[in-house]
């Protein structure tokens, strides 16, 4: 059974950072890639970052491009987000998530196992 766990959301002041880091069980976590989705209220879930299993491709969404930074800890079986230069239109709930096949490297789809969100709030 997967499991993931964020960990890190908080409040901070625009310009500030953050780093999220999400612990997943259950799977052989090297053989997956990684993402990260948020959603802002009355907005649906969107795609901000993945990893590929073995940590050497990361993939961005344009909006976080140049100021998140995803990484990996296959030995630890963490993944995580580093976001700096935060604004508040990255308020949002953060969610982890794991892609269903291994080996699959389409970052913006195909996932199957989220965590329970952790929330970020940006305030201006």
């Known amino acids: 059974q997967v499991q993931l766990v964020e960990s890190g959301g908080g409040l901070v002041q625009a310009g500030g950072s953050l780093r999220l880091s999400c612990a997943a069980s259950?799977?052989?976590?090297?053989?997956?890639?990684m993402g990260w989705f948020r959603q802002a209220p009355g907005k649906e879930r969107e795609f901000v970052a993945a990893?590929?299993?073995?940590?050497?491709?990361?993939y961005y969404a344009d909006s976080v491009k140049g100021r998140f930074t995803i990484s990996r800890d296959n030995a630890k079986n963490t993944v995580s987000l580093q976001m700096n230069s935060l604004k508040p239109e990255d308020t949002a709930v953060y969610y982890c998530?794991?892609?269903?096949?291994?080996?699959?490297?389409?970052?913006?789809?195909?996932?199957?196992?989220w965590g329970q969100g952790t929330q970020v709030t940006v305030s201006s």
């Open positions: 259950g799977r052989t976590f090297s053989s997956y890639t």
């Open positions: 990893v590929r299993w073995s940590g050497d491709t990361t």
């Open positions: 998530a794991q892609k269903m096949t291994s080996f699959s490297w389409y970052p913006t789809t195909g996932y199957g196992y």
